[in-house]
């Protein structure tokens, strides 16, 4: 590109300006790469996804170890649903080398138009039995932020104007970590309806798709920063099947199911828009899989519906909750069966962690209080945790962050921390979102360690080795961590050998970008230095 003309060079900057995204809107060019998001697909693959205002032909990722290189490539497909506003373009690459970092950009990505610049990296998964120590994030109950979400209007504790929400810090922290796990709610887009009841969104019922849709492309255009460079998974929460918040009543008015067009029903939108390693793990779709990462199994259920044995999820179609979703299994007790088969044919040589988390929890001093414990899902999944002798659960929904001791039966282990054979519980509902936070009883369930409820944040796993692991609580406004507590698990570690011995798994930084920068156009350059130029003006 050359320009001939002050005036010229004028006029494309400004195009320039004009086409850095707003969240949530669509961006002058339709096909202009939005919410890049990864998952692991195993330790040598890779699913990149990412949406665009219409259809692609052949979705391409480009990528390659070397940033001037990126020669190789693999395509996939482009899937919508009949009320979303947006294409979900999905890529599977396979033949990856594990922990190994790979620099990528996908079809369309122009950097003349691009809100970020391009290439990203992401890191494959250290293959099991590689037992290098790392760091995981995991957040849940995780919304909309600013004008529409978390902000000065939702409600308390509200963030002063220094205060980072969840979504800067973990993006701030994007660097220590190496993967993030959304254990259900995802951005909240049904609390449009709350939110134009409280005369918080000027639009009409009419317009329920379009705004239910516009605020998760917020949400995930918010979290770019974070899904494109560090593999996101998710795990379905009642809000991914939800349009009318479980119907209310204002005035006269009864907001209920009539309202929601099929689109925001049923975990559609989440289906269509994320692609969890399920066919790697003999899973069910984006609801129940697990995944390897160096010395941890993880393993992602389903709270929601399929709990089988007969037992009635609370999103069920006659469950008590008025979602009508699922089933997703292709017979009743598949995720049960599922789950047996998982947890019995792990390694713990190669894995000895198991972690395992789903959207609602069976302990919890605030679910207790509030009558929303899902005494189903403790039915259904706890004999098995404990018989397979997991590690650890997390779990949210109730927005409060509780630390419990282990706990078998609803009786906390009496070796704490120190050797327990139950599984340890961790509550963190405290993402943030348009609702704020919950109670909790002053008379607090024998198992609670930490509790409360005025502080947003997400929680960090460490795992030092095959008997240490420690779990903090970070303060979404400063990054400091306001608890912490390490179990200790007494067995022997099977000589393992770094599947990468040679090299150290690094992450994105900023002279990745700006390599990339070189790599994708020299004129981009100028297009960076013009803009350098205008903001000082
Ligand atoms: C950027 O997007 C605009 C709007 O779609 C398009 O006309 C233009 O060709 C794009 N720029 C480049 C250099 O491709
Ligand atoms: C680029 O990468 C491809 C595949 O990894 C390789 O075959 C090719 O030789 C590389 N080209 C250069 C110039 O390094
Ligand atoms: C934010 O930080 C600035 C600069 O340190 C300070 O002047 C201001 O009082 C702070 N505002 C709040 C609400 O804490
Ligand atoms: C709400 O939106 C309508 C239509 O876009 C507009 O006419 C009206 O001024 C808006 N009201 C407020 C309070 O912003
Ligand atoms: C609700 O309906 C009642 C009876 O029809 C009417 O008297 C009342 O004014 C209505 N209230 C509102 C808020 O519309
Ligand atoms: C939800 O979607 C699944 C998968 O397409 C389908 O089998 C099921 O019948 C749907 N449930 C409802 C209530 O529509
Ligand atoms: C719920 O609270 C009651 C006391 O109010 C207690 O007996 C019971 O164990 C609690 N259940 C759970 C699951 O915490
Ligand atoms: C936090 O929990 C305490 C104790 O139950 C309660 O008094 C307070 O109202 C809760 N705060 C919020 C914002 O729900
Ligand atoms: C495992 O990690 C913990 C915490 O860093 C450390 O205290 C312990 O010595 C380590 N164990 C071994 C066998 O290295
Ligand atoms: C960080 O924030 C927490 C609450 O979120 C507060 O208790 C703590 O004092 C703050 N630390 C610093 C260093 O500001
Ligand atoms: C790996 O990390 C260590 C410590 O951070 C460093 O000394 C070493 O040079 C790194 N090795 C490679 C291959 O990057
Ligand atoms: C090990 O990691 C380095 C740096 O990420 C990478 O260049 C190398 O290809 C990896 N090797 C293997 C065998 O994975
Ligand atoms: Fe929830």
């Not at 001037?68 to 693999?74: D, V």
């Not at 254990?183 to 609390?191: K, M, N």
């Not at 390897?292 to 992602?300: E, L, P, Q, W």
Request: hydrophobic share 30%; glycine share 8%.
């Amino acid at each position: 590109m050359r320009f001939s003309t002050a005036t010229s060079l004028l006029a494309f900057a400004s195009a320039v300006l004009a086409q850095i995204n707003i969240p949530g809107q669509a961006p002058l060019n339709p096909l202009e790469p939005l919410q890049h998001r990864l998952a692991y697909a195993g330790s040598t693959g890779m699913y990149v996804s990412w949406n665009t205002y219409t259809e692609i032909q052949n979705p391409t990722v480009y990528y390659g170890q070397n940033v001037w290189n990126l020669s190789n490539t693999a395509t996939g497909t482009s899937i919508t649903h009949p009320s979303s506003l947006t294409w979900n373009n999905h890529v599977k690459i396979t033949g990856l080398q594990p922990d190994t970092q790979y620099y990528y950009i996908v079809s369309n990505t122009n950097c003349y138009n691009c809100s970020e610049l391009a290439p990203y990296t992401f890191t494959t998964a250290r293959t099991a039995g590689d037992h290098t120590p790392y760091t995981a994030a995991v957040v849940i109950d995780l919304g909309v932020m600013g004008p529409n979400g978390e902000s000065v209007k939702s409600d308390y504790p509200k963030l002063t104007a220094n205060d980072s929400n969840t979504m800067q810090s973990l993006a701030r922290y994007v660097d220590g970590y190496d993967l993030l796990w959304h254990p259900g709610d995802i951005a909240y887009a049904d609390t449009w309806l709350r939110e134009y009841t409280d005369g918080y969104l000027n639009v009409t019922l009419a317009e329920s798709a379009q705004t239910y849709e516009s605020l998760l492309n917020q949400y995930y255009d918010e979290l770019q920063p974070v899904t494109a460079r560090k593999p996101y998974m998710v795990v379905p929460g009642n809000h991914e099947s939800n349009c009318d918040e479980g119907g209310f009543t204002v005035g006269n008015t009864t907001y209920d199911l009539s309202l929601c067009v099929e689109g925001q029903r049923n975990f559609t939108d989440y289906r269509t828009r994320f692609r969890m390693p399920s066919d790697e793990s003999g899973g069910v779709g984006n609801f129940w899989y697990s995944f390897d990462h160096g010395m941890v199994h993880y393993v992602s259920i389903n709270t929601e519906t399929d709990l089988g044995n007969g037992l009635i999820g609370e999103d069920d179609v006659n469950g008590p909750e008025d979602m009508d979703s699922g089933p997703f299994g292709s017979y009743p007790n598949e995720q049960i069966d599922w789950l047996e088969k998982d947890l019995s044919s792990v390694d713990r040589t190669k894995t000895p962690w198991v972690i395992v988390s789903g959207h609602r929890p069976w302990y919890g001093a605030g679910a207790n209080v509030s009558g929303t414990i899902c005494w189903n899902c403790k039915l259904a999944f706890e004999p098995l945790l404990l018989k397979y002798n997991v590690d650890m659960v997390f779990n949210g929904h109730i927005h409060i962050y509780e630390r419990n001791a282990p706990i078998a039966n609803g009786v906390p282990d009496p070796n704490e921390l120190n050797n327990p054979s139950a599984p340890w519980y961790i509550l963190n509902g405290l993402g943030g979102h348009y609702h704020g936070t919950s109670t909790y009883p002053e008379l607090l369930p024998s198992y609670v360690r930490y509790i409360q409820n005025t502080t947003y944040g997400w929680s960090r796993l460490t795992f030092h080795n095959c008997t240490h692991l420690t779990h903090d609580f970070i303060s979404s406004s400063n990054g400091s961590v306001l608890d912490s507590a390490t179990l200790f698990k007494d067995r022997q570690c099977a000589a393992t050998v770094s599947s990468n011995s040679t090299g150290n798994s690094t992450s994105s930084s900023g002279d990745v970008n700006a390599a990339g920068v070189m790599r994708v156009s020299s004129a981009l350059l100028i297009t960076v230095s013009v803009i350098a130029v205008l903001s000082l003006m």
